[in-house]
């Protein structure tokens, strides 16, 4: 006990408060299957389903109309589709990032907030994939992005960064799914074996497979866990890479740059962050998981949020000193056309803004430390990266090579009302997802408790799980 | 009695005290045991003497089936059924096809990781002796417990029993089959 003691004060508390296994699991557990759903639930799933009703009613006039009811034109052929496609599959990487990566750098904090966060992930990867499906302008033949044996006898790209995109992203949404429901299963046998109502209990057994805690089925499911994080990690890497690519690859001033992947990627868990914040900061007071969600979990995504702040305004940096170092006219105009001389500059600076200076607040203890300016600076990146997808986008076609063909554009309210919408989609299911499902995971809770010690030893989750070869020998056994 | 006995379990308050039962229980040479906690004990493994588990090469034979197929599908599609130049590049442009050919890779190992696990527990599995205990409820919450089946070579019930009071539990229980 003394060891446990000793090992809290080592690091900082991931959880505060007096808790017990059983402690735990009742207070995450409860939410879904105890506690009456609380009155700012249905206020807030109100709003948020009438906000998606705008949604239903974009698509269905889109579809019937065609996609002339957006403002993209010729030459803005790429607009508010692709910019909230990209705003939303980066703000998905977060939830990767946190589940995959900080698991692998054997990061402890990222286990209270790794369950929500890879909701996110789900829900705005489900965002991001209608944009694309309706910009073909005919979605009833989306389909025809996969390659399958077909009476026309003919098949897809596969030298096209479009193709790479939709193996990337179909990809990227499985596999999230996949990791996301793994994790689950052993927090819905909790709910199993807790609910009182026949018919949940009956969803709950069929959902968690009749998983027992069996310590060989452990073993495998760690195994299992690990290796997916294993390889989640190149994945979220490679999915705004292609992203990127569909960019990079073009031969438009402004979006033919070799460092778009490394930038994408830092910019999307960015704006990742910024969205995991704004989730994490009113979830942990309406539902009273300051035990859970610290102020240590905030501080330090706040850090995350500074240093990929600073590594994507370090990318714009680079991104006009290549327009002029190129020494091609059409690259220097472009930056100049974006950045002072063209009828976009004033979005530039409100992108420079919002990217670039508001998260150097964040060096100050007084600003990470505060959770209001915490939501306050997750609001305004979030603007600032979908800002930074449009200067990107709109800036580098609507004036390209040849003058006679350029264009100004505008967005309509249909676009408004698409982009509005799968807001409203988002935050329904979000707000469902906290109904119905455990929104931490209980049981990787439970080893961060010190009387989850084995001898004074941590059973972090997945620590030392490669390690347990056959160090014992029958003549000599361990802990005797 | 012990004919129609599926094991008999043993309940524990702590982490510590399933581990060193453990121990025991492998000292003395069961085999057909197992451990429930309500989240993965590192330490138990190597207490039970668990083996470590094929998956890692289930995982990659299903990487490498996933890179394979891919590359099978780029070549049948570019070089085979349809050739066709595009930008300049010859039928086989193995940089293009990288992306797909990575996709796949971490597709097939991914669905070979989640249902490889599942399968090689047995799961789904709705009924188990286990459940039939009450208490077993609480292995998903707060409690540990420890198994030996009645299949094990030494399993002998009275035996079994009296070994199982020895390690000092909070309850001993016959699983009924």
């Not at chain 2, 004919?3 to 057909?32: C, H, S, W």
């Not at chain 2, 995982?59 to 490498?64: A, M």
């Not at chain 2, 996709?103 to 527990?121: D, K, Q, R």
Request: aromatic share 18%; glycine share 6%; proline share 6%.
């Amino acid at each position: 006990m003394q060891d446990a003691i000793e090992e809290r004060k080592l690091h900082p508390a991931m959880v505060e408060g007096d808790h017990d296994f059983g402690t735990v699991s009742d207070r995450i557990g409860d939410l879904t299957l105890k506690k009456r759903t609380p009155f700012h639930w249905f206020i807030g799933f109100a709003i948020a389903f009438l906000v998606a009703q705008l949604l239903m009613v974009t698509i269905i006039y889109l579809v019937t109309k065609g996609i002339g009811i957006w403002g993209t034109n010729q030459p803005v052929g790429w607009a508010f589709p692709i910019i909230n496609f990209v705003w939303w599959i980066g703000i998905g990487h977060a939830g990767t990032l946190i589940s995959a990566i900080l698991l692998l750098l054997n990061q402890k904090w990222r286990t209270s907030i790794n369950r929500f966060a890879e909701a996110m992930t789900l829900f705005a990867v489900a965002c991001a994939g209608l944009y694309p499906v309706f910009h073909t302008g005919r979605p009833w033949l989306a389909y025809w992005l996969f390659p399958y044996p077909n009476t026309m006898g003919i098949w897809p790209q596969f030298r096209s960064p479009l193709m790479w995109d939709v193996f990337a992203v179909s990809t990227y949404a499985t596999v999230s799914l996949l990791f996301w429901y793994v994790g689950l299963i052993p927090d819905l046998a909790t709910l199993r074996d807790r609910a009182k109502n026949k018919y949940f209990k009956k969803v709950y057994a069929i959902f968690s497979w009749g998983w027992r805690g069996s310590a060989r089925h452990w073993h495998r499911y760690e195994l299992a866990y690990l290796i997916l994080a294993g390889i989640s990690t190149p994945l979220v890497l490679s999915v705004h890479s292609v992203v990127s690519l569909d960019f990079s690859v073009s031969q438009i001033p402004g979006w033919h740059a070799t460092f778009f992947p490394p930038y994408f990627v830092a910019g999307a868990i960015y704006a990742g962050f910024a969205m995991v914040l704004l989730l994490a900061i009113p979830l942990r007071h309406l539902y009273n998981m300051k035990d859970f969600v610290t102020k240590t979990h905030l501080i330090l995504m706040g850090k995350v949020m500074l240093a990929t702040g600073l590594i994507v305004g370090y990318s714009y940096i680079m991104e006009a000193f290549f327009g002029w170092y190129s020494g091609s006219q059409y690259e220097w105009f472009m930056i100049k056309n974006r950045i002072w001389e063209g009828p976009y500059w004033a979005f530039y600076w409100m992108l420079m803004f919002c990217n670039v200076i508001s998260p150097q607040f964040l060096w100050f203890k007084r600003f990470r430390e505060s959770e209001f300016w915490l939501f306050i600076i997750s609001i305004i990146v979030s603007i600032g990266m979908w800002l930074e997808r449009f200067v990107i986008i709109v800036t580098s076609i609507q004036r390209d090579f040849l003058p006679s063909s350029w264009a100004m554009y505008s967005p309509t309210i249909w676009d408004w009302s698409m982009f509005v919408g799968t807001l409203g989609f988002f935050f329904c299911l979000f707000f469902l997802f906290v109904r119905f499902l455990p929104i931490i995971s209980i049981f990787e809770v439970r080893t961060l408790l010190p009387q989850a010690n084995v001898h004074g030893r941590p059973q972090d989750f997945d620590e030392n799980v490669l390690e347990i070869e056959y160090t014992y020998d029958k003549t000599d056994p361990p802990n005797s | 009695m012990s004919e129609n006995i599926y094991g008999i379990m043993a309940e524990f308050d702590t982490p510590t005290q399933l581990v060193d039962a453990a121990v025991k229980v492998r000292d003395a040479g069961y085999t057909k045991t197992d451990g429930f906690s309500p989240f993965p004990l590192h330490d138990i493994d190597e207490a039970l003497g668990i083996k470590r588990s094929v998956l890692p090469y289930l995982i990659l034979t299903g990487g490498i089936t996933g890179l394979l197929t891919a590359l099978g599908l780029v070549y049948f599609v570019h070089v085979i059924d349809y050739p066709i130049i595009v930008g300049g590049r010859g039928h086989f442009s193995l940089p293009a096809f990288i992306p797909p050919m990575f996709e796949l890779t971490i597709l097939f190992a991914a669905f070979t990781a989640v249902f490889g696990m599942l399968f090689l527990n047995g799961l789904p599995s709705p009924y188990h002796p286990v459940f039939n205990i009450p208490r077993f409820a609480l292995a998903s919450r707060e409690k540990f417990f420890l198994l030996i089946e009645s299949s094990d070579p030494l399993y002998d019930y009275e035996k079994v029993r009296a070994f199982m009071d020895s390690l000092s539990p909070q309850e001993v229980f016959d699983v009924p089959e």
